[in-house]
């Protein structure tokens, strides 16, 4: 049972994003009101992400073999 209720309207907040990576709820909405909370960042992932995409943009280079006759 989720802990996190809204201040101005006390209704239970939904989670309105989370994180790509671990699926951790960064930040949490209210369907009464419309109020949310204050978006969290994981920095861990932010870092990972960055190295993920560094890492998949790698140059293939490719070997040519002359064949001397
Ligand atoms: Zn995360
Ligand atoms: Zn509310």
Same mark, same amino acid.
């Given at each position: 049972?989720?802990?996190?209720?809204?201040?101005?309207?006390? *209704?239970?907040l939904?989670?309105?994003?989370? $994180?790509? /990576?671990?699926?951790?709820? =960064?930040?949490m909405?209210?369907?009464?009101?419309?109020?949310? *909370?204050?978006?969290?960042?994981?920095?861990? $992932?932010? /870092?990972?992400?960055?190295? =993920?995409?560094?890492?998949?943009?790698?140059?293939?280079?490719?070997?040519?073999?002359?064949?001397?006759?």
């Amino acid at each position: 049972m989720p802990e996190t209720l809204c201040r101005s309207c006390g *209704t239970e907040l939904r989670p309105k994003s989370s $994180c790509e /990576l671990c699926g951790v709820t =960064l930040n949490m909405v209210c369907p009464g009101c419309g109020n949310f *909370t204050d978006d969290m960042v994981h920095l861990d $992932c932010v /870092l990972a992400r960055r190295l =993920l995409a560094l890492s998949s943009s790698s140059s293939s280079s490719s070997m040519t073999t002359t064949a001397a006759g």
